[in-house]
Nanobody, 124 residues
Framework: QVQVEESGGGLVQAGGSLRLSCAAS????????MAWSRQAPGKAREFVAG????????YHADSVKGRFSISRDNAKNTLYLQMSSLKPEDTAVYYC?????????????????WGQGTQVTVSS
């Protein structure tokens, strides 16, 4: 069984920054490709960023490219999402997801394990 827990969400003003963290336990962290997704009220879940098992390859959605950066520290079993230049439209619950594969996928259905999410609210 894999446990996934996000942290680091909160309330921030537009233009501000936050760093989300995701801790995973239960199996070898480095065997998973990982991703961040988000879901705003009344909207479908949206892929935000993903990273390969070894961290060498990453992908960011166009909506966050240049503002968000995904990274991982396999020694610490932790995934990160550095968010800067935040906008009110970034307000959502952010979820961490893991998949037992090498490559990044943008489809939510490709991921095997999910955390409970952390709320990010950006005020204008």
């Amino acid at each position: 069984q894999v446990q996934v827990e996000e942290s680091g969400g909160g309330l921030v003003q537009a233009g501000g920054s936050l760093r989300l963290s995701c801790a995973a336990s239960g199996r070898t962290f480095s065997t998973y490709a990982m991703a961040w997704s988000r879901q705003a009220p009344g909207k479908a879940r949206e892929f935000v960023a993903g990273i390969s098992r070894n961290g060498e390859m990453s992908y960011h959605a166009d909506s966050v490219k240049g503002r968000f950066s995904i990274s991982r520290d396999n020694a610490k079993n932790t995934l990160y999402l550095q968010m800067s230049s935040l906008k009110p439209e970034d307000t959502a619950v952010y979820y961490c997801a893991l998949r037992t594969g090498t490559s990044v996928r943008t489809s939510s259905g490709a991921y095997d394990y999910w955390g409970q999410g952390t709320q990010v609210t950006v005020s204008s």
